[in-house]
């Protein structure tokens, strides 16, 4: 079945790196996607990877991919307080469908 | 292009009172999705359309939500009769293919009282 899962939680300090991770089953995902929420606000891409890569990078985006063991992470270079939200991550499914985990709260401390 | 454009931002109804959402995908976008987000269950689909046919309605809780496309350009999601337990934020998405990323507009806070 499709299921994506991610931790709910990740508090950092101010310029420090923020990793968030996430999980998912379907191998045959084409593209992974994050996404930002922030407050009051819906979710914004932020970035993604296709499937035959491995790393992306991004000004302080770092996406990186094992695809043998379905796992897909963010870091967040020298994070700042502007940077808490929610952050989802997404995959493509084989029916193209996006499937969203439950979201990541990052709480940046100053 | 403005982005997907949701309306309203907020709504509070009492129980037993219909809600519509309204929502305009991007222009030239083929797929339109509703959501629904809640602390408890997070990010649901709903139901999505292409062309402005309902494709997949499976999300869809109840009889009460029932959704419409009548153009490209505007679709409404509608609760009757509401129940508190609705309360949450709805959220609509276009995209321009299955192949592309999904944007989505500011999103709905329903509250049922």
């Known amino acids: 079945g499709e299921d994506v899962e991610q931790s709910l939680f990740l508090s950092v300090r101010e310029g420090d790196s923020s990793v968030i991770n996430c999980t998912y089953t379907?191998?045959?995902?084409?593209?992974l996607y994050w996404y930002k929420q922030e407050p009051g606000a819906g979710l914004q891409l932020l970035t993604y990877?296709?499937?035959?890569?491995d790393m992306k990078q991004d000004q302080r985006l770092t996406v990186l991919l094992n695809k043998k063991d379905k796992h897909l992470s963010l870091r967040i270079a020298d994070t700042q307080t502007g940077d808490s939200a929610i952050y989802f991550c997404?995959?493509?499914?084989?029916?193209?469908?996006?499937?969203f985990g439950g979201g990541t709260r990052l709480m940046v401390k100053p | 292009d403005a982005g997907v454009i949701q309306s309203p931002r907020h709504e509070v109804t009492e129980m037993g009172q219909e809600v519509t959402l309204r929502c305009k995908p991007i222009?030239?976008?083929?797929?339109l999705f509703w959501y629904r987000q809640t602390m408890m269950r997070g990010l649901e689909l709903l139901i999505y359309?292409?062309?402005?046919?309902?494709?997949?309605d499976s999300g869809m809780p109840e009889d009460r939500f029932s959704a419409k496309m009548p153009n490209a350009s505007f679709s409404t999601l509608k609760i009757q009769p509401s129940e508190p337990r609705d309360s949450a934020v709805y959220f609509c998405?276009?995209?321009?293919?299955?192949?592309?990323?999904?944007?989505f507009g500011q999103g709905t806070r329903l509250t049922v009282v």
């Open positions: 998405a276009s995209r321009e293919d299955l192949n592309t990323e999904a944007f």
């Open positions: 379907d191998s045959s995902s084409t593209y």
């Open positions: 990877i296709f499937s035959n890569m």
């Open positions: 997404a995959e493509n499914n084989a029916g193209n469908m996006l499937t």
């Open positions: 222009s030239g976008h083929d797929y």
């Open positions: 359309f292409n062309n402005n046919v309902p494709i997949d």
